[in-house]
């Protein structure tokens, strides 16, 4: 598996670090916020994939037994009744790897994000 600091410059790279049965969630993962966000840029930031739109959107990454997916605590705080069976920090949230990822709400929480980022420069 990959480990921090290891020179990764893009999100496939950061996919082939580990076992296909990831690589498969992840690339779903990845799917869903690229639909949800298709203007965004894909890079790597604080060694972990990052979809950038007007500033940094959202963030995902594969831990030990959950995907972190990292879309800032306003992102957590807008879906906070559909997000209550998530283990959950101030802006990350857990999706346990052995359960299907919840890709409808990934996709709001994305679209959210986008919005709250355009809103920065006035952009609709």
Known sequence: MNKPN????????????????????????????????????????YQIP????NGNLVHFAALKNHIGFYPTPSGIAAFADELKGYKQAKGSIQFPI??????ELIRKIVEFRVME????????
Request: aromatic share 6%.
């Open 98 to 103: 052995d359960k299907p990822l919840p890709l």
């Open 50 to 53: 990052t979809f950038y739109l």
């Open 117 to 124: 980022n355009l809103k920065k420069t006035g952009k609709k």
């Open 6 to 45: 290891s020179g990764i410059s893009s999100i496939d790279q950061y996919l082939q670090g580990f076992p296909k049965e990831i690589q498969a969630i992840l690339s779903i993962m990845r799917s869903t916020i690229q639909l949800a966000a298709p203007l965004a840029m894909e890079k790597i930031s």
